[in-house]
T-cell receptor, first 117, second 108 residues
Framework: GAVVSQHPSRVICKSGTSVKIECRSLDFQATTMFWYRQFPKQSLMLMATSNEGSKATYEQGVEKDKFLINHASLTLSTLTVTSAHPEDSSFYIC?????????????FGDGTRLSIL | EDQVTQSPEALRLQEGESSSLNCSYTVSGLRGLFWYRQDPGKGPEFLFTLYSAGEEKEKERLKATLTKKESFLHITAPKPEDSATYLCAVQSSSTLTFGKGTMLLVSP
């Protein structure tokens, strides 16, 4: 149980392109989903918390106009990297938590490797 | 500010050579401590949740323990397929904070 699917797994595109990443909870509902960024040999850094039916909460230093988040249903959140540039190249990972208290574990997707040329 | 420190950064073991990974933490109001396994190019895979000091959880060759200041992930008789990065994370009332992980390599 608690499977999270993330798509696409890899994107290579030109500078200036906007890229959309989908995160789906397949066998459970999630009012809250999370978006992380991970650099090589570094830990996961939380970018934003996605709340179903309301605006996302962004961490300090994360540009909300650059990283658009939509959480339209209890099983789907999307992250759009707008006008991507080479410095946006990274490994983006989403997670979701089963409905309930915050002491439940987050379950992660397999990540999206974004490469901007 | 919550902090998680994992040691060692990297660990190389021979198959069958048991060892332990450490996760030291400071957190205001621990809601849970989580262990994850991450394979290269993949997202973290959930292993264990520990909620209170003295608690232990086991799964195959892995056993996680918790005190008020640290958690250990004990690996008994590891196999090459146990090679991965193991991440520790602590949940406070508002935030999940990850350590940088321990990269484990088990050689045949």
């Amino acid at each position: 149980g608690a499977v999270v699917s993330q798509h696409p797994s890899r994107v290579i595109c030109k500078s200036g392109t906007s890229v959309k990443i989908e995160c789906r909870s397949l066998d459970f509902q999630a009012t809250t989903m999370f978006w992380y960024r991970q650099f090589p040999k570094q830990s996961l850094m939380l970018m934003a918390t996605s709340n179903e039916g309301s605006k996302a909460t962004y961490e300090q230093g994360v540009e909300k106009d650059k990283f658009l988040i939509n959480h339209a249903s209890l099983t789907l959140s999307t992250l759009t990297v707008t006008s991507a540039h080479p410095e946006d190249s990274s490994f983006y990972i989403c997670s979701a938590r089963v409905l309930g208290s915050s002491n439940q574990p987050q379950h992660f997707g397999d990540g999206t490797r974004l490469s901007i040329l | 500010e919550d902090q998680v420190t994992q040691s060692p950064e990297a660990l190389r073991l021979q198959e069958g050579e048991s060892s332990s990974l450490n996760c030291s933490y400071t957190v205001s109001g621990l809601r849970g401590l989580f262990w994850y396994r991450q394979d290269p190019g993949k997202g973290p895979e959930f292993l264990f949740t520990l909620y209170s000091a003295g608690e232990e959880k086991e799964k195959e060759r892995l056993k996680a323990t918790l005190t008020k200041k640290e958690s250990f992930l004990h690996i008994t008789a590891p196999k090459p397929e146990d090679s991965a990065t193991y991440l520790c994370a602590v949940q406070s009332s508002s935030t999940l904070t990850f350590g940088k992980g321990t990269m484990l390599l088990v050689s045949p």
